[in-house]
Nanobody, 124 residues
């Protein structure tokens, strides 16, 4: 059974930093697409960072240049380093995992395993 458990959320002031972690188990970690999503109450879930099995990374425009996604396959860990945080980054943050399509692309639809979320609050 696949399990994903996030940690590291909290409250920070504008300009601060946080590092989110996601511990994964129950699947071949290195072969899966991994991503961070976030959601504000009443709004759609937003994919903000992706890391493909080979290590290629992609970012949403809202976090590009400020956030960094990384993983440690040996430890089964996914990370999100968040710098220069803004009030608009306030949200529930989720890690997600899923097998890539046969062409290796990590479409949003491949993410079938989700963590429970960790809250991030950024005050001005």
């Amino acid at each position: 059974q696949v399990q994903l458990v996030e940690s590291g959320g909290g409250s920070v002031q504008t300009g601060g930093s946080l590092r989110l972690s996601c511990a994964g188990s129950g699947y071949t970690y290195s072969s899966y697409c991994m991503a961070w999503f976030r959601q504000v109450s009443g709004k759609e879930r937003e994919k903000i960072a992706t890391i493909k099995p080979g290590g290629d990374t992609y970012y949403g425009d809202s976090v590009k240049g400020r956030f960094t996604i990384s993983k440690d396959n040996a430890k089964g860990m996914l990370y999100l380093q968040m710098n220069s945080l803004k009030p608009e980054d306030t949200a529930m943050y989720y890690c997600a995992a899923g097998p890539p399509r046969t062409n290796g692309i990590c479409f949003t639809s491949v993410y079938v395993h989700w963590g429970q979320g960790t809250q991030v609050a950024v005050s001005s």
